[in-house]
């Protein structure tokens, strides 16, 4: 008979350190979410949504700003693709700074878990 469990459990499995260092090192070196959706938690996959949004928008941003400086330059002020690339970014870094909250939580939870736990001699 398949046991059921709540949300609260899930969010609440904890991860020892070594597995908080490689979530760690996933969300800040490969991609924004992907280590906090490895330690169980699904807002990684916002964070991993919102980071690849961004990815987009900045490249479709640059790429439109380079086609335009090629074409002769720009006319007056910065085109609005430079903005849209801005926002990419802006995007990216924060789905960045949230996987290192995240990453730096779980650290916190290994603590917990670790000062909990018996030592064995």
Known sequence: MPTN???REQRDKSVDKPTAWACTLANLLAAPGLGSIAAGRKIGYV??????????????GVVLVWREWSRGGFSEGLPTAFWIAVLGVALFMMAWFWALFTSL??????????AARPRDN
Do not use: F, N, P
């Not at 980071?51 to 490249?59: E, F, K, M, P, Q």
């Not at 939580?105 to 917990?112: F, I, N, Q, S, V």
């Open 105 to 114: 939580r779980l650290h916190g939870e290994t603590k917990h878990s670790d």
């Open 47 to 60: 964070q991993m949504t919102l980071a690849v949004i961004g990815l987009i928008l900045s490249a479709v």
């Open 5 to 7: 469990t709540s949300s």
